[in-house]
């Protein structure tokens, strides 16, 4: 996963000037910026996520076009 950039001092800057205490502000910051690097989707995460689908459904379609000409074989045999 790539990572995901987060301003922890600015973000505790701007909360004790709004009037939280520091060290209540370090913790929000510290668990905030957590979330942000573990939780999101990067566009480089999705773009994989994306190509692993794309050839898990080209192979789908692959074994379902092949089933099919089978059928159709079997069927032309028979009839």
Same mark, same amino acid.
């Given at each position: 996963?790539?990572?995901?950039? +987060?301003?922890?001092?600015? +973000?505790?800057?701007?909360?004790? %000037?709004?009037?939280?205490?520091?060290k209540?502000? %370090? *913790?929000?910051?510290?668990?905030?910026?957590?979330?942000? %690097?573990?939780?999101?989707?990067?566009?480089?995460?999705?773009?994989?996520?994306?190509?692993? *689908?794309?050839?898990?459904?080209? *192979?789908? +379609?692959?074994?379902?076009?092949? *089933?099919?000409?089978?059928?159709?074989?079997?069927?032309?045999?028979?009839?």
């Amino acid at each position: 996963m790539s990572t995901i950039l +987060f301003d922890t001092h600015s +973000f505790v800057k701007k909360l004790t %000037e709004a009037g939280m205490p520091e060290k209540q502000a %370090e *913790i929000l910051a510290s668990e905030q910026a957590q979330l942000v %690097e573990n939780r999101l989707a990067t566009k480089t995460d999705l773009s994989v996520m994306k190509k692993d *689908i794309v050839n898990e459904l080209t *192979i789908r +379609f692959g074994s379902m076009l092949v *089933i099919a000409v089978a059928v159709v074989a079997t069927l032309v045999k028979l009839l």
